[in-house]
């Protein structure tokens, strides 16, 4: 079927760490694939997106590439920082058209100082 | 420009009940699409509207409805309502309906059922 898998959490960094989240994602066709990012109380922010195989989406230090071969849309970032401190969720959209968005159970990070 | 705005917030209902939430979309965005969060089931796909049409289905019982007006604004209903039904339910907005157009969300409602 459609689905998208990610890493289990909580994932406990200190401050300037490097992140992975990793997603992994099953699609008939070719999905547009998402980041989204969940702070404590409010709803879910678009962290980046990538439309087609081998674009790299990137926003605010976080990086991801379109790998279609292995079905990867994994969250990079270099140096993360307290502030990061949230759920990250990765999706897939619907290659049929519409805007249905079929999300991973979502990876909650925590970043001490 | 403003952002998707839900109302209300916050929701206490009582089992058997029904409840009407709503949803203002990004000004000019003409699809909204709705998903209930749960800590047991994730973020779960209810349903999408488009031109006041009900585009898509998420596997949700017929409890669950809602519609779509010219202006675009959404509405959802649950009735005879159960104590699984608590839970965040988000609703999202676009500018058109395609996997490539950007969703933004809202703040969701929290409904309990007790």
């Known amino acids: 079927g459609n689905s998208v898998t990610q890493m289990e959490g909580p994932v406990t960094l200190s401050e300037e760490a490097f992140l992975t989240i990793n997603c992994t994602y099953t699609?008939?066709?070719?999905?547009?694939l998402f980041w989204y990012v969940q702070y404590p109380g409010e709803g879910l922010q678009l962290l980046l997106k990538?439309?087609?195989?081998?674009d790299k989406g990137s926003n605010k230090g976080f990086e991801a590439t379109y790998r279609k071969e292995t079905t990867s849309f994994h969250l990079e970032k270099g140096s993360v920082q307290v502030s990061d401190s949230a759920v990250y969720f990765c999706?897939?959209?619907?290659?049929?058209?519409?805007?249905?968005?079929?999300f991973g159970t979502g990876t909650q990070l925590k970043v001490e100082l | 420009k403003a952002g998707v705005t839900q109302t209300p917030r916050y929701l206490i209902k009582t089992r058997g009940q029904q409840v009407t939430l709503s949803c203002s979309p990004i000004s000019g965005h003409r699809s909204v699409s709705w998903y209930q969060q749960t800590p047991g089931q994730g973020l779960q796909f209810l349903f999408e509207?488009?031109?006041?049409?009900?585009?898509n289905k998420g596997n949700f019982p017929g409890r669950f409805s809602g519609r779509q007006f010219s202006n675009s604004r959404s509405e959802m209903n649950v009735s005879t309502l159960e104590l699984g039904d608590s839970a965040l339910y988000l609703c999202?907005?676009?500018?058109?309906?395609?996997?490539?157009?950007?969703?933004?969300f809202g703040p969701g409602t929290r409904l309990t059922v007790t």
């Open positions: 990538a439309t087609k195989a081998d």
């Open positions: 509207y488009f031109s006041e049409t009900q585009r």
């Open positions: 999706a897939r959209g619907d290659t049929g058209g519409g805007n249905k968005l079929t």
């Open positions: 999202a907005s676009s500018l058109e309906q395609g996997q490539g157009y950007e969703q933004y």
């Open positions: 699609a008939t066709g070719y999905p547009s």
